[in-house]
């Protein structure tokens, strides 16, 4: 279940990633739907950080809880920040810091998952 | 706001304010848990962390001579520890962010300070010698 989680998160923030490629392309900026679409998946992590923890508090395996936490916080802040940074510039460029950001979400969601699987190993 | 700042210089400092917070936080949980294992290591890793949030700072405020410094260092760092540790792998017991050329991190720390020598001398001829 819980890789079914990462893997979902991973798949939305990149199908965002995709749509933000395509208005970059178009040498547009940030648009509402992107930015609607981006408040989208932070709502998603922050329910997948809840979730986390929830999950981490109630498992018996030997999790590194710590280096866990710290990834799901890590990737609830990179949204909010790409956003206000990418937003402020009015070209395509700030449709690329979102498009970065997107990306690192994806990754950090992957590695979230190998910290959580390592101890079942 | 700064030249640097401005246009595809809003993708670089991006990623780099990524990879500050990477470097530097890897780092940081690595000398907390277990400081013995690698020290050498987890030092390379504080001091990667140190020249990305510099980077960054740099780029973002405009500070030409910081970036050109701190971006070469950068460069420097990342050819000489991936010979390193390619040659001797006991000299880096674990991960850094520069490990084998940063191979771990997908090869983005070799390619990044290229890009952003790149990026420092097309803002910097565009507006003359700074």
């Not at chain 2, 030249?3 to 000398?31: D, H, K, N, P």
């Not at chain 2, 949030?53 to 050109?68: E, F, N, S």
């Amino acid at each position: 279940m819980t890789e079914g989680i990462a893997w979902f998160v991973a798949a939305l923030a990149l199908a965002v990633a995709l749509y933000a490629v395509v208005l970059a392309v178009r040498n547009k900026p940030v648009d509402n739907p992107l930015f609607w679409a981006v408040s989208v998946v932070e709502i998603v992590l922050v329910i997948t950080l809840i979730g986390g923890c929830v999950a981490l508090a109630r498992t018996s395996r030997d999790v590194d809880g710590g280096l866990f936490a710290s990834y799901l916080v890590t990737v609830v802040v990179i949204p909010p920040a790409a956003v206000l940074w990418g937003i402020a510039e009015k070209s395509r460029w700030g449709t690329g810091v979102v498009i970065v950001a997107l990306l690192t979400v994806a990754v950090l969601m992957e590695r979230t998952l190998q910290i959580w699987q390592a101890s079942s190993v | 706001m700064s030249e640097t700042s401005t246009g595809f210089g809003r993708v670089l400092i991006a990623v780099y304010a990524i990879f500050a917070l990477a470097a530097s936080a890897r780092s940081i949980f690595q000398m907390v848990t277990d400081f013995e294992a690698a020290p050498l290591a987890y030092v390379l890793s504080a001091v990667a962390g140190v020249v990305y949030i510099v980077a960054t700072i740099a780029l973002a405020k405009g500070l030409v001579r910081l970036a050109w410094i701190t971006i070469g260092f950068e460069l420097t760092g990342v050819i000489v520890v991936g010979f390193l540790s390619l040659l001797d792998s006991d000299l880096f017991p674990d991960q850094t962010v520069w490990t084998a050329f940063g191979q771990g991190y997908g090869y983005i720390p070799l390619v990044l300070p290229i890009i952003g020598l790149w990026w420092l001398r097309r803002v910097t001829s565009a507006e003359g010698p700074p």
